[in-house]
């Protein structure tokens, strides 16, 4: 095998709040690493540090064995995996993004045509798990494609678990996650301004709630640390956070199962997104339940 072998180059579609950091995990352990984003200057950073940049996804799918992607909706997945269709030398194909479990199944069917493998894997754990390769990783797909990709994997996450054997599983896996995340940000928000209007400290209720039983992520990270000090800067856009929870919801539709509450929350997210500045962060869905309540949830 020489130096510049595709067998030895990982490529990696979408540099992110995400992505980017992953790339630097995947340099950081030492792999032969190319990069394709439609923004020159996020891959420039990459390219700096010894990836390989490539004009076009099609380009990676010629270069690379392995593609991993991270990217932003479903639309953007399946543009992406039609171009790595082409390729010369890609074998296997990682989705890393939250398309839901329709999407990945349908994207794992036209690859496998093309004779390209597919794990479906999303993750989960943030900006901040993202660049510390704390991630957990809810991979779905052949138990030996999985096995042969976890050092891989292990390099972004610290739990790399393989969830199912069909891809579209680790898609449920994380869209069901989001939801309950979702929905512990919302009722979380709708405690703290009825206790607020009552003329209870958000602050001091959040003391209550962490250490009895209502205590939630939420309550335990989001809100002191970015909601109270008003920072809303957890890393995750609130666009995505109602993607997401539409996209649990589509599946919930699609298998026939009734979730009344997940339905409620949604019409939250729903109604936060359309009112939402662009690139709002999903802590943000508080200053619309602020609205409703007529109060401000912080530490004045």
């Known amino acids: 095998m020489t130096e510049d072998s595709p067998a030895r180059v990982v490529g990696f579609v979408g540099l992110g709040a995400m992505g980017a950091h992953m790339v630097a995990r995947l340099l950081d352990a030492g792999h032969d690493v190319a990069v394709f984003d439609t923004r020159e200057e996020a891959m420039a950073p990459h390219v700096d540090r010894g990836a390989r940049a490539c004009a076009t996804a099609g380009a990676m799918a010629d270069l690379a064995t392995t593609v991993l992607v991270s990217l932003p909706t479903p639309d953007v997945v399946r543009a992406v995996a039609g171009e790595l269709a082409h390729g010369a030398a890609i ?14 199944a349908e994207v794992a069917a036209a690859l496998r045509e093309a004779g390209i493998a597919c794990l479906d894997a999303p993750v989960s754990g943030g900006v901040a798990g993202a660049q510390a390769g704390t991630l957990t990783i809810m991979a779905a797909g052949d138990e030996a494609l999985f096995q042969s990709l976890r050092p891989l994997l292990e390099a972004l996450g610290r739990n790399v678990v393989l969830v199912g054997a069909q891809p579209g599983q680790g898609q449920l896996a994380k869209v069901l996650n989001n939801l309950l995340s979702a929905s512990a ?69 699609r298998q026939g199962v009734p979730m009344a509450l997940g339905g409620a929350v949604g019409e939250l997210w729903a109604r936060a997104a359309a009112g939402a500045a662009a690139g709002a962060d999903c802590t943000e869905i508080v200053r619309m339940l602020e609205d409703d309540a007529g109060v401000v949830v912080g530490d004045e």
């Open 91 to 104: 074998e296997a194909f990682v989705d890393l993004s939250t398309t839901g479990p329709e999407v990945a």
């Open 185 to 253: 940000i919302a009722i979380t928000g709708e405690a703290l301004a009825l206790g607020v209007h009552g003329g209870l400290s958000a602050r001091t209720l959040l003391d209550v709630f962490n250490s009895s039983s209502g205590r939630n992520t939420a309550s335990a990270d989001k809100f002191p640390r970015q909601v109270l000090p008003r920072t809303f800067a957890a890393g995750f856009r609130l666009e995505l956070m109602h993607k997401d929870v539409e996209l649990c919801l589509a599946e919930a539709r």
